[in-house]
């Protein structure tokens, strides 16, 4: 599935998007984020605060309890601050 | 209804995109326009500028899904949102949500909902250039709090005495 980072999660990852393939185990978004978390340092900064982080698949909201299967396109990134 | 949905780097005519969308209307008694200005300032600090990052795709796709609300809550002739990324400079437009009616009472509430909205569920994120550097401008409990109240149904309206 493509990945995609925006603003300060960007930043601390070194990346604005890649391509994964998750082991079975990793089902939902929250699961997906403590799997990228143990990737490198990187990862780990940009994930530290969980909390904090939110998430799209293919363009909509999701919580970090929503499955990840079929997903085409998931994004991480801070809370926003538009308008 | 007129949809007016777009996303751009440049600077527009506020006035002329409210007047594409009544142009040709006799139906519309209320059009209420709100439009966002780069402040020179951000937590008592001056800033040289704003750089707005943004999703493509969902960003378009978020707020049209918001318009889409706003137009089954509310009888609404017309809605326009304009919204700008790239660097932006104090004293320029950011964004611009207009909403036509027939009478005011929807076209304050759309507004102010597509605005509510916008700030804390559309897909973009401000950075503030100043003399100390670069930095990411943090989400606002106050913005969370104000597009949480339009969560709650809207309260029965008495009958007119």
Known sequence: MRLLYFAWVRERIGKTEEHVDPPAGVGTVADLMAWLAKRDEQYAYAFENAKVIRAAIDHRHVRPDAAIAGAGEIAFFPPMTGG | ?161
């Open chain 2, 1 to 161: 209804m007129t949809t007016t949905i777009r996303l751009q780097r440049e600077a527009f005519d506020v006035a002329a995109e409210v007047e594409r969308m009544t142009r040709g209307r006799t139906d519309v008694g209320a059009v209420v326009t709100f439009t966002g200005l780069c402040r020179a300032n951000e937590n008592g600090q001056p800033i040289a500028a704003l750089t707005l990052e943004h999703y493509p795709g969902m960003a378009e796709a978020e707020i049209a899904r918001h318009v889409e609300e706003a137009s089954v809550r509310w009888p609404l002739m017309g809605v326009t949102v304009v919204h700008r990324y790239g660097r932006i400079e104090p004293g320029e437009v950011i964004v611009l949500v207009a909403a036509a009616s027939s009478h005011r009472e929807a076209a304050f509430a759309a507004a102010s909902f597509l605005m509510d909205y916008l700030k804390t569920r559309a897909p973009f994120w401000k950075q503030v250039e100043a003399a100390g550097g670069t930095t990411w401008v943090e989400a606002k409990a106050i913005d969370n709090a104000a597009a949480e109240r339009w969560s709650s149904p809207p309260p029965r309206r008495e009958a007119a005495k």
